[in-house]
């Protein structure tokens, strides 16, 4: 193998994908992992593909590259290894996007028909279509649209065939290896020093997850990335009640939204074991992962609202996340100008699991020179809101 | 002092602990909400009949009776003390960081099958958190075939219901609970072909040894020992140490089981197999301690052996005190001693979470009895360990978890993939633990087999739940409706 050495900084879905990316292009690969493989915020959140809750700019245009990359990478893994690529639950089901009131239904249809223009396909859905596509859904809405397009991966089988396909391509995992400080001569970061020794390599990818920028920062150049609460309700098994994934409207807004406190939405799907996955909330919090009942409440009464049929349905489990978002909601993808040598691949927010494929193309594009698919002038590593800028136009506020 | 400026203690579990540290609390003065999953206080060991049956002599089959219907009489008819039955605690919420007060208890009450559920939230001065223990089964080939029991059912229905489970049974495993189950079906009228534990002799009688001197303060624990052993000499039942039940077979029910010698790691002796006619098998391997109360209340948990991390007990200081402000806790989630023992350390922590005298002379005694039933714990553990070899007898399509129907080599190749060897992603991608029980039969097991894989697990971080298979923050499955309905508060208290 030969071309520059990278070191990836850990192995959740984002890692993985750039890892299989740099690995596949024949770049020796080395991924650094503190705990286990998919373990973090890939095994703690949903494994929705989506294009519908994104409006026109760029990180539409890296969802419709993930998208269109997401079936081919799969594709090749399955030639390898059929039974991992199974085991991803690659599922085109759609999404079905419902507004429940007169405002809504008109904030919907001006927010589809934007994205329309910018290349998604979103289909109004009248009464009867709706009722033949989620025949158990309410009938009392306003509005709804049809995304064929959003699909759904069970996450962190997802990161594992990614980085299987990677290790098969030659890259090498080091688990239990905390990344701990930088090694730097002549100003270019040339080692880290991990729980496991120092690990040498030509360029280093921060893809730790909502931990970037506390490790940014370890290394000696901090992007703002920080935690962002999330948390789904699992139900018990049951017999096949909801099709596509479904979700109210407020969900757009609460991807987008800068409101410190509770913010959630429902988005409710099943998923091959028959469970129901019904998410999510968005909260500012810090790391702290105690369960807030009424959050959960919050997100059921919103279900409900969608699904009133699943009243009586057991909830067998809750868990949650910590997404890693940067103030402005756009990831960071590229070199860091002040730290040659370092790169990032994080801030994903809850778009991670969708948003791997594409990323990790940008970023081995611009690692070795090559021109990428889509402009990466947004997702730069020194724009004001992912150095922290705290004025508004950082976005920061 | 008007009732409610009482102290207000929260005890979880109306087994022996909660009974005992619900009546110590009381006699401390404090206002007690006592509350239980099930219909009826006694937890698991003392399982009341329903009415029909009682009427007969229910002191015949449970030790201990009188001293139990005293306490449960004396609590549930306490003015100070509210009993609410069937009322599952489903989430513990903890306060902000350094507010020293218990979490807030958050309660779905009404019969857990039927609709009209409602939901609680109690905000106690302290919370005692007895919630016991359940069997624990190491699987073998055919342990999901009908007839196939835990030996904690066997005695439930023996006991409860006075269902006879099989006219032909053996009762496999390790630890002394299999000697009461014996008892148990014998009484209900069950023919016992054998006892084995699997354990060998010589470490069960080195366990039982250790430091004979001590052995004079467990006369009452010997002489229940020796009423055991004439029991099954005058039923003429063998107890055979070293064997295990490694196979159950049959067409569509157990029809026979294999059992075969052990070594001390518990490998099976080739050509030691023997085949026994039965029609039923009960397997006991212990208890798991529930600990997804404590673990969710965020009190530390002490591991006795570095090599199973998965197993696991609560820390608690002399008064029973967890690291986690406020709460308590007694029983088997401290160590697996049996009902008296949890008795002791119900009415330690009981005392001190109704905030009585430190000093009280009263406790003199108890401390004293609680350590010495707690060196028995020890002796106990040391006598009966699960053998590191225990998953020889599996096969590659032995099922794991029943819930999900995981099989042993599915774990196996899942966890053998370094991609995804974490014990998370083995869980998501061969859904292990995820089914309904939410790995409480299942999770210590899959936990020590990706153990023994030297599977990594997610680092201990900031944002990372523990990595115990305890870690269940709904403790008790919700409706969606009752989830999203308000909450009754504790100003319009039930009684
Ligand atoms: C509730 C919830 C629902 C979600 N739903 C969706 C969804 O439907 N669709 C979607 O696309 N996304 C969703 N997301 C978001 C998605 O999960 C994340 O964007 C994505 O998992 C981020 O992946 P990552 O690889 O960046 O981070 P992680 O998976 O967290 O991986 C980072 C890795 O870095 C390691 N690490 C950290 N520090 C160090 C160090 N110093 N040294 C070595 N290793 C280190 C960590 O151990 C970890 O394994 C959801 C998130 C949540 C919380």
Redesign the pocket.
Known sequence: MRGPRVAV?????????CARELARAGLPVTV???????????????????VSDKGPGPELALARLSLALWPRILDEIAERRPETARAVEWDPKGGIVVAATDEGARELERFAAGQRAAGVTAEPLDASGLADAEPHLTRDVAAAVHYPQDA?VQ?AAA?AALLADALDAGAELRTR????GPVTRSGRLAAVR??QGTVEADAFVN??????G??AA?LGAPVDVRP?????LVTAPLPPTVFHKVYDADYVGAVGSDAEDLRASA?VEATRAGTVLI???RRRVGFDDRLRPEVLSVIAAKALRLFPCLDGVPVMRA??????YVPDHLPIIGPDPRLPGLWH????????????PGTARLLADLLLGRTPPLDPAPFRADRPAALGDPSPTGGAA | MSADARRHVVVVGAGPAGLAAASAALRAGARVTLLDAAERPGGQYHRTPPEEFAAAHPERLHRGWRTFDRVRRHVLTHPRCAWWPESAVWALERPDPGEERPPRVHVVRGPADGAGRRRHVLDPDALVLAPGAHDRVLPFPGWDLPGVYTAGAAQALAKGERLVVGDQVVIAGSGPFLLPVAESLLEAGSRVVEVLEANPAGTVLRGWGRRPWELASYTGKLAELAEYAALLARHRVPYRCGRAVVEARGDGRVEEVVTARLRPDWSVVPGSERTVPVDAVCVSHGFTPQLELPVAAGCALRRPDPASPAEAFVEVDGDQRTTSPGVYAAGEITGIAGAPAARTEGLIAGWAAGGGAPDAPELVPLRRRRDRDRAFAERLAAAHPVGAAWHGWLRPDTVVCRCEGTAYGALRRAAGEPAGS?ARAVKLTTRAGLGPCQARVCGPTVARLLAAGGTPE??A?EG?PSATPHHRPLAQPVRLGELARRPHTEQEREH
């Open positions: 900084l850990g192995a959740g879905i984002v890692g993985a994908a650094l992992e503190r705990g286990g493989p998919a373990a973090a915020t890939t095994a703690h959140g949903e494994g929705n593909v989506l759904q996450p990161a290896c905390e990344v701990l991990t729980s893809a730790a997850g909502p931990w970037s506390g490790l370890r962002r609460r999330g948390e789904v988005v998410g999510s909330s868990y949650g996340g910590f997404r890693p691949a994080t801030g994903h927010e809850g778009a991670g699991i969708g948003l791997a | 974490s997610a680092a971080a990372l």
